[in-house]
């Protein structure tokens, strides 16, 4: 592949390494709902969690396009781990990357590449994702503090992260310049907050989804990230790296159930011959997948590509979770059929890619969403 470096090429096996040794014997305990923390921690300790981001701030400084190496290997394995990792990096861990002090990236995310350390972003209220004119948490400066009173809905990582950046209101939303949210550092330890209910879900199983609550949740000056009211452009900047970033977990997803596929339909026998070998149809079905994949694997790392060379591109960065939510869907469902009757057995795993695929669609900003928001760019 044009994108692919003898460095990048050993940063892929290490990934992949790690995912087929230690993250895959692993994946039956996370679908059941068991956080793998110490996965978190070895990410950390093989140096994948940070990659984009500078040494200053605890990164390893490398590329967009080596971090979607290392999130594509990842998720043909399993999404939970791949959405945890990117939380840490670009969804949670991004604010304070983009917009924190030195001193903050220092503090934060120092330990939080080293695997020590999870971040959560507590954004969404029931309102919806991005609807900040309703949004009801607000923060008011008192002294040298700000105290935090609101709830928050589809906080991943809940209940096991150690800091959560929560969005709140400072002021009224600014629709001329998208002002009036501001973005705080929450430790999981401070008075006034609380972990709700965590949810069960369709897919992404492992990486908890819950409630978040501030109640006079106090924070001092110093954890504010940012200028006062300068948060939604952070968060607009963040959700397209997140997007783009879902190409490649899209793309992993979409890998491993193509290849699931093409295993089990040449190995599959009737009559004396392989499903592969005496239907033509299969053949071609599995050709018209293969094209999908190639497609999203170009466009992705085109998008990461330019990201890494500082040109404008967040339409297609948007549009990299359209696409690969899209592709991912479609290699899923098709490929479990091509199981017949396995597909939907548990013990076949191919059902597993096909839920977290209905999760990526809706997760993180919905593709519906996203679409609108792109032909707003265009």
Known sequence: MWYMTEDRELIRSTAREFAEKE?????????????????????????????????????????????????????????????????????????????????????????????????????????????????????????????????????????HSDIYVACAMTSDFDPATYGGLSLFVVPADTPGFKVGHIEHKLGWNGSATGETFFSNCRVPDANLIGPVGGGIPVLLQVSAWECMCFGSMCLGGAEAAYEKAVKYTKERLQMGKSLFASHQVIRNKLAELWLEIEALRGFTYMVMEMTDQGKPCMPLQFAAKIKGAAVMERVCSEALVLFGGNGVIVDYDIERFYRDAKVNAIGGGSVGYLLETVSNMI
């Open 23 to 159: 993250v895959a014997p692993f994946v039956a305990q996370m679908e059941k709902g068991e956080y793998p923390r110490h996965l978190v921690k070895r990410m950390g300790q093989l140096g994948l969690t940070g990659l984009p981001w500078p040494e200053s701030m605890g990164g390893s400084g490398n590329q967009w396009v080596t971090y979607g190496i290392v999130m594509e290997e990842i998720c043909k394995v399993n999404a939970g781990l791949g959405l945890i990792m990117l939380l840490n990096t670009a969804i949670a861990g991004g604010p304070i990357a983009l917009a924190g002090s030195p001193e903050q990236q220092s503090k934060w995310m120092k330990p939080c590449f080293a695997g020590d350390v999870n971040i959560a972003l507590s954004m969404t209220e029931p309102s919806g994702i991005f609807n900040f004119p309703d949004f009801q948490t607000r923060a008011v400066k008192d002294g040298d503090d700000w105290v935090i009173n609101g709830a928050k809905v589809f906080t991943t990582s809940a209940g």
